[in-house]
């Protein structure tokens, strides 16, 4: 099985900064894609920001110039530096990782979800 452990999440005034971690183990020979996703109360769990193997990258366009995701490979982890922060960022944000495990298939893994909370 492969397991997510995420950090960083907290509680910030608005305009603020936090940085999320998730980092993937167990039987993976190759991570190709990570993501952030988020659940507010009330509404669907939406997409955040994704970044393949290959660095390519995209957003929601309401964290557009504000999220940055990025990856490090060898540690099998991916960032989320958020800046800029608003009330309405306020969700529960998952990690999710897509790849492959020893024996060669494919597989989908979510994090626990770690809460960010945005005051005004």
């Known amino acids: 099985q492969v397991q997510l452990v995420e950090s960083g999440g907290g509680l910030v005034q608005a305009g603020g900064s936090l940085r999320l971690s998730c980092a993937a183990s167990?039987?993976?020979?190759?991570?190709?894609?990570m993501g952030w996703y988020r659940q507010a109360p009330g509404k669907q769990r939406e997409l955040v920001a994704r970044?393949?193997?290959?660095?390519?990258?995209n957003y929601a366009d309401s964290v557009k110039g504000r999220f940055t995701i990025s990856r490090d490979n060898a540690k099998n982890t991916v960032y989320l530096q958020m800046n800029s922060l608003k009330p309405e960022d306020t969700a529960i944000y998952y990690c999710?990782?897509?790849?492959?495990?020893?024996?060669?298939?494919?597989?989908?893994?979510w994090g626990q979800g770690t809460q960010v909370t945005v005051s005004s």
């Open positions: 970044i393949t193997r290959g660095t390519w990258t």
């Open positions: 167990g039987r993976i020979l190759r991570i190709d894609a």
């Open positions: 999710n990782v897509d790849g492959l495990n020893l024996l060669g298939n494919s597989f989908g893994s």
